[in-house]
């Protein structure tokens, strides 16, 4: 029988991530509009480019899912009606969504509807629940086994999809849903607007409990016991297709460009190495590599092989590991060789970056020949987004990105 090919879901938090993930091999994005979604700091979409990046993606034959997943108090269901108006002839593929109000206004725009992890779906019966709502896929509690999410395949009907996150941060609190930025910053976490308090600083004590003591590691700007290292499950590949997952979902909208075409990359490489000879599927050391040069945390599987232990947080720092840095993007490609790059962070004449292509290759450049849009040599390129020319020794292409290796 032939191996099921599992969806590769990416994050894009403005147009210009739409369209990397895109061409660096996504099979679909969610995005948010300015409201209703679960990360109104990202930079989100308006009506424009909402209708720019579905057009963009149809163009490659992808989808695009939008994002309605706050739990909405009553301020907000009083405007949903009309957002879900303005964008309901736009061709979303889908929205995502948690709240049963929210759900119910949903349906009647006749796009599939996902339930989102917020609504935090750990067993069969849930999801048969949602199903007979009417709901086309769940994107299933990050507190699952492999083992868990089995068992709800073989007990729903095969048309209702499971998706699963795969990749990137993962939040401390039940399915995402967590009071605390609410309680120490006023900023509700459950309506977009967290804080990331679980990344903070934190000291422990416990004055009327003697005898009773909580393991706490610390340094001498305090302790992170809240602080979770990322999800990475790209060696694993094999086991969440056997598991019936769906599609396979990465974590991101706050993250930058480069991190979602260096992940997107590496995760479409396994899923098609999986899918060209599942039975002799192995993992390629390579992936790792590259995942590595986008910024991240320590790597854990969280709850795919059992609960977590003490060595799935990260309790000397909240920092990122950043080996590499994004330093540009290919946004024109010229003719004998130049491009015009727009700058990311800041580089030098003589710099040797790596030049990371859609297909998942890459290969080293000197950058010798640095041009304003003037022709005037450059020596620096300082300034944010700055416009530049540059002459490549190999053929690139447009949303190509280079990255240069941070000095110690």
Known sequence: MKTKRPELVAPAGDLEK???????????????????????????????????????????????????????????IKKVDEFFDSIKDLGFDGIIVSDLGIFKKAKRLGIPIHISTQANTTNFESARFWYELGAKRIVLARELSLEEIKEIRQNVPQDLELEAFVHGAVCI?????????AYM???????????????????????????????????????????????????????????????????????????????????????????QDPEHFEVDPQWLEEIAKCSHRSYTTNFYFGKPSHNDYKFDSSKYIREYEFIGIVKEVLEDGWAVVEQRNRFFRGDVAEVMLPDGTYFVQKLDNIFDLEGNPLDVVPHAQQLTKIKFDKPVVEFAMLRKKVEE
Do not use: W
Request: proline share 1%.
């Open 18 to 76: 739409l369209k990397v993930a895109i061409v660096y091999g996504a099979d679909s994005v969610y995005i948010g509009g300015k409201e209703f979604g679960l990360r109104k700091y990202a930079g989100n979409f308006d009506f424009d480019s909402m209708k720019e990046g579905i057009e963009f993606a149809h163009r490659y034959g992808k989808k695009v899912y939008l994002t309605a997943n706050i739990f909405a108090r009553n301020e907000d």
């Open 173 to 181: 609190s039940y399915s995402g849903r967590c009071f605390l930025s």
């Open 185 to 275: 910053t006023y900023r509700d976490a459950n309506r977009g607007e967290c804080a990331h308090p679980c990344r903070y600083k934190y000291y422990i004590m416990e004055e009327k409990r003697p005898g009773q003591y909580f393991e706490v590691f610390e340094d001498v700007d305090g302790t992170y016991i809240f602080n979770s290292k990322d999800l990475c499950m790209v060696e694993h590949i094999d086991k969440l297709v056997k598991a019936g997952i769906d599609a396979f979902k990465i974590e991101g909208r706050m993250k930058s460009s480069f991190y979602v075409g260096t992940v997107v990359s590496v995760y479409r490489k396994a899923i098609d190495r999986y899918l």
